[in-house]
């Protein structure tokens, strides 16, 4: 793993001297064995992810779940390293749909509590349901491959 240094970025965001320690910090604390695992459903690039300065400082690998066709293609049209985005939803296993919603980070395979709408002001206008789309779920240990590491006393 390589150490943060001043020049460092964040997909071209510079990161000030403050993060660089923090990130210095936690590698050095920890002294990790392996990559932070992260696991990221429903990975939509609407905001920084706040893993982003542990993926780019090369201390984690990201597996996300996105499962609406879109933002999916954006993602994997902007490879980044220790990154894999898969297009499933993740769920029980069984048939659902998904409510694609204006503002993409409100897709969900929950529909929207209608009580809750009366409420939400202005942002009730970007959880309108655009789209329906029926998706067979996946659960969540079925996708991973994780190594599971028992710690014994």
Request: with cysteine; net charge positive; glycine share 6%.
């Amino acid at each position: 793993m390589s150490p943060c240094t001043p020049d460092d970025k964040i997909r071209n965001r510079p990161i000030s001297q403050q993060d660089i320690q923090r990130i210095k910090l936690l590698r050095d604390l920890v002294k990790p064995q392996r990559l932070t695992r992260i696991v990221d459903v429903g990975a939509s690039p609407i905001n920084p992810a706040p893993y982003d300065m542990l993926l780019d400082a090369g201390l984690a690998e990201v597996t996300g779940f996105e499962p609406q066709p879109d933002p999916f293609e954006d993602l994997q049209n902007n490879p980044i390293p220790n990154r894999t985005v898969l297009p499933y939803a993740v769920g029980n296993g069984e048939d659902g749909i998904l409510n694609v919603c204006r503002a993409s980070g409100f897709t969900s395979l929950l529909k929207a509590n209608e009580d809750f709408l009366t409420y939400a002001g202005r942002w009730r206008a970007m959880m309108r349901v655009v789209e329906h789309i029926p998706v067979q779920t996946q659960r969540l240990m079925t996708l991973l491959k994780f190594k599971i590491l028992i710690c014994s006393r």
